[in-house]
């Protein structure tokens, strides 16, 4: 992905564009070292967006990830390991990676205050940070027994 390939308030629209799933199909949350892309659009249509579920097995940890126009991570929330940003400030665990303009989804910022309501629980970070993204019509995410 270029850095430069989306102004920056072309991706803030993005990120704050509503956004609803593609299907009606289930989708069945990964297992460890698992990783889905769940396919969802703009209430118009005119937009494709993609919710990336990427769970980690060495780490044990999951991570999610907006992307929008195919390729660009809108925003990414981590909580594998602290995050070196390119003017050498470290953000701490979780952090979330937010576009920006000339830089990609190289830069992280802390958590906002009050957007994780469990932190802890795999499906409410999901829940909220799929608030954060403004996905209005949620995918079908099926849990399995250790999700």
Same mark, same amino acid.
């Given at each position: %992905? /270029?850095?430069?390939?989306?102004?920056?308030?072309?991706?803030?629209?993005?990120?704050?564009?509503?956004?609803?799933? $593609?299907?009606?199909?289930?989708?069945? #949350?990964?297992?460890? =070292?698992? &990783?889905?892309?769940?396919?969802?659009?703009?209430?118009?249509? &005119?937009?494709?967006?993609?919710?990336?579920? @990427?769970?980690?097995?060495?780490?044990?940890? /999951? =991570?999610? +990830? %907006?992307?929008?126009? +195919? /390729?660009?991570? !809108?925003?990414?929330?981590? #909580? $594998?390991?602290?995050?070196?940003?390119?003017?050498? *400030?470290?953000?701490?665990?979780?952090?979330?990676? !937010?576009?920006? *303009? =000339? #830089?990609?989804?190289?830069?992280?910022?802390?958590?906002?205050? =009050?957007?994780?309501?469990?932190?802890?629980?795999? &499906? +409410?970070?999901?829940?909220?940070? %799929?608030?954060?993204?403004?996905? %209005?019509?949620?995918? @079908?995410?099926?849990?399995?027994? #250790?999700?």
């Amino acid at each position: %992905m /270029t850095d430069g390939s989306l102004s920056q308030s072309d991706a803030d629209a993005l990120l704050d564009m509503e956004k609803e799933r $593609a299907s009606e199909d289930s989708v069945a #949350f990964p297992d460890l =070292g698992g &990783r889905i892309e769940v396919p969802l659009v703009s209430r118009d249509r &005119r937009e494709s967006f993609s919710l990336d579920i @990427n769970r980690k097995r060495i780490a044990l940890t /999951t =991570g999610y +990830q %907006m992307r929008g126009r +195919q /390729t660009v991570v !809108l925003a990414r929330l981590d #909580f $594998a390991a602290p995050h070196r940003n390119p003017d050498g *400030e470290e953000i701490g665990v979780p952090h979330l990676h !937010l576009y920006r *303009e =000339g #830089f990609g989804d190289r830069w992280a910022y802390p958590v906002p205050v =009050g957007m994780l309501s469990a932190p802890e629980d795999v &499906r +409410q970070v999901l829940h909220d940070f %799929m608030v954060y993204c403004r996905i %209005m019509v949620v995918p @079908n995410i099926t849990f399995g027994l #250790f999700a």
